[in-house]
Structure formats: C-alpha cells, structure tokens
C-alpha cells in the first residue's frame, strides 16, 4: 500500500524517465531544413516535417504559408475528410523536412 503522495511523485518521476531529449542538428541538417521551409513557402509545395516534442516526434504534412521571426504556419488537410486547418510551429522544433515525393520527382525531370 502506498500513500498518495507517494504514487504522485512515482508518476512524475516516471513522466520524467519517458522525456526525450532534443536532438541536436549540425549545421548542414539546419541548411537542408531552412531550404525545405524556403521552397515549400516560396512555391507552395507540401512538405512531410518531424517535430520534436517533450515526449514523442510528430510527424505533420502541410504547405508552409506565412514565417516570422521564430515560427511559421503549415497549412494541413485531413486526407480522410478533406477539411483544411493550419498550426503554428517554432523553427527550433523542426528535426528533418522533406519535400513531398510528386514535387521531387517533377523537379527531376
């Protein structure tokens, strides 16, 4: 039998254990991702992102459609519904950026 101010703080600690630490990119990671974000907002291309998050990666698909200073906006669509929403996401919390396959393999050619 534990008393509750026990469970509590074996709940945290446990929280605490399943955090993840933020990767950290070189500079060329860093390139490759600012590029991404330029040429999905400059020519209105969707892009798949990783996101880092305290406690797991989220992965997102979108059109980047307006940047500020530390963040920008991702235009989504639900591919089961089709409803159009958008999130605003910070820089620092992007991991990796693709371009999405069609645009690749059209630039190709």
């Known amino acids: 039998m534990m008393?509750?101010?026990h469970k509590d703080a074996t709940r945290r600690q446990a929280k605490q254990t399943d955090r993840l630490v933020r990767?950290?990119?070189d500079?060329?990671?860093v390139e490759i991702?600012?590029?991404v974000l330029f040429q999905s907002h400059r020519h209105q291309k969707v892009v798949r992102l990783t996101l880092y998050g305290e406690y797991?990666?989220?992965s997102v698909t979108g059109?980047?459609?307006c940047t500020q200073r530390d963040s920008f906006r991702l235009?989504?669509?639900n591919p089961f519904t089709g409803v159009a929403d958008w999130e605003w996401f910070m820089f620092r919390d992007v991991i990796k950026a693709e371009l999405s396959q069609e645009w690749t393999a059209r630039s190709l050619n």
């Open 3 to 5: 008393l509750p101010e």
């Open 23 to 25: 990767p950290s990119l």
């Open 27 to 29: 500079d060329q990671e």
């Open 33 to 35: 991702i600012s590029t």
């Open 56 to 58: 797991e990666l989220r």
């Open 63 to 65: 059109i980047v459609t």
């Open 75 to 77: 235009d989504t669509e």
